[in-house]
Structures are given as C-alpha cells and as structure tokens.
C-alpha cells in the first residue's frame, strides 16, 4: 500500500538533487570562465583541484564513502584520470571564449558520443532509432556553431571535451562495479594536481585575496555538484533523472545574461533542443534495453 507514495518522494528527492546539482555546475562553470580572464586556465584547474580535494575528503564525513587507496584495477583508473584531466582543460579553454550557454550546450553533446563508443567500449549494441538520435544531435551541434561561420578552435575544444567526458563515463561504468564515486573523484583530483603542477612554475602569477576566495567557492560547489548528480542515480532511475541534467542549461544561460549580457541567438537555442532531444531519447533507449525483463 506504501509502495508508490514511497517511490513518489524517492522520484522528487533524485529530481530536486540534480536540479540543485545543475545550478552547481552551472556556477562552477561561471566562476571559471570569470576567473580566466585574468588568470591562466591550468593555474585556476590546478587550485580548484587542490581546494576540492580539502572539500572532498570533509564530504566523506557526510557521505559515508570512504576514500580507498588501494584499487582493483589501477591501469584502468589511470587512464579514466589522465583522460578526465585532458577533457577539463579541453573544456575550460573553450569556455574561456564561448559564451557560457552555448558552451554548456555544446558539451552535453557527450550522450551522442557516448552512445557510439559504448559499441567498442562496453560492448553493445546500437539500434536504428538511437543512431537516428545520434544524428539529430549532431544536426544540432552544427546548428549551434552557425552554419555560417563553421566550426571555431573553441567549438572544436568543446566537443573534443564532449568526446573525452564521453569515454570517462563509459570507464566509471565499468570501475563503478568496484570502486566507489569517492575514490574516483579523489584520483582525478589528485591526479589534476599533480600534472599541473609542473607547468605552474612557467606560468604562475599572483592571485588576490578576492581571486582565492571565488576559487574556493569554485572547488566547494564543483564537489557538491558531482555528488549531487551521482547521488540521484542512486535514489531514482536515470530515464527519469537524466533529463533534469539539462537544467544546467537554462542556469547557465541565466548566468550568462546577468554576468556577461549574453543572449543565445536563434540557432544556439533550435541547437540545443535537438542536442536535448536527442540525448534525453538515447538515455532513455539505454535505461529500457537495461531493465529487467
């Protein structure tokens, strides 16, 4: 008799979690391209690495998952964290010079990416329909970029950023089965800092006071928000999760507006429902070919 009422509040609580951990990002991603104005991407990167590790192993306390130092498949994490780090940067450089919504918008593209490599990746199989969504997706990709000025050394970052986010999701799936969200996310975070750490002796200028302070809030609200989407696949099912994802999209836009006055203009907004669309309709095929029969 308390089985739906029970599964209506689970349902709720997963939604208003990735809402909350969209607007997260979404002010992630603003403090970033903020902060790159003045300051050099892999010096912001390697800060907010090194203050979300602090925020991390704090969030273990209220999380409950503890950090594990030994792994099982070291090899394959290694790679996850090498690819995640180059797809941050790849993602940061490019919205350095795109506008915020757009940016954002080009990036959850990786659905479409992630749905052709999981071919090769993770063995299966890709129906008509999804690659009739891949193609929808892509259509709108190009749109965003405006079929008349083509694609621009951001756009191409961006999607390159896409792919790479794409391949990290498909390698959690498969580290997932043993290793938890915590010591995934401290690896890379750990591995951020240590990779950039090198290049900080070229490039490293002062930072003010006023600059420290919006890179802590940066790394504070990076980790809430990975846990926020992470948690809600937990709670409910990722056919009606997924969607919410793209909240950070209208967060993102209205950050854009007040921060930067930028307005999509009618080809980025056509661009991103079909980027929507479509990938909303290929976690959805997912999630039914997962079911149980």
Not at 18 to 35: M, R, S, Y
Not at 125 to 153: D, E, Q, Y
Not at 239 to 246: K, M
């Amino acid at each position: 008799m308390t089985t739906k009422p029970i599964r209506a509040d689970r349902a709720s609580l997963g939604i208003s979690i990735t809402v909350i951990g969209g607007l997260c990002f979404a002010i992630q991603d603003a403090g970033i391209k903020w902060l790159t104005a003045e300051i050099a991407v892999l010096q912001v990167l390697f800060l907010r690495s090194l203050f979300g590790i602090v925020f991390l192993s704090a969030s273990t306390f209220f999380t409950g998952e503890r950090i594990s130092l030994q792994v099982d498949r070291p090899w394959l994490l290694a790679t996850r964290t090498g690819i995640n780090i180059l797809s941050w940067v790849l993602f940061f450089y490019g919205l350095k010079y795109l506008p915020l919504a757009t940016a954002v918008a080009l990036f959850f593209s990786f659905p479409l990416f992630l749905a052709i490599i999981s071919v090769p990746l993770l063995g299966e199989t890709v129906g008509i329909r999804r690659i009739l969504a891949i193609i929808v997706g892509f259509i709108g990709v190009l749109l965003i970029t405006n079929p008349a000025a083509g694609f621009s050394i951001p756009v191409l970052l961006m999607l390159g950023a896409a792919l790479g986010w794409a391949i990290v999701a498909g390698l959690t799936r498969i580290l997932g089965e043993k290793e938890n969200t915590s010591t995934m996310l401290f690896y890379t975070l750990a591995g951020f800092v240590i990779v950039l750490l090198v290049p900080q002796y070229w490039i490293w200028s002062a930072v003010e006071l006023n600059d420290y302070l919006l890179i802590t809030g940066v790394a504070f609200f990076g980790v809430i928000a990975q846990f926020a989407v992470t948690k809600a696949y937990t709670i409910a099912s990722p056919s009606l999760i997924a969607p919410f994802e793209y909240t950070a999209l209208i967060w993102s836009a209205g950050l854009g507006y007040l921060v930067w006055n930028d307005i999509p203009d009618a080809y980025a907004i056509s661009g991103a429902v079909l980027i929507i669309g479509s990938g909303v309709y290929i976690i959805h095929r997912e999630t039914l070919q997962q079911a149980p029969d």
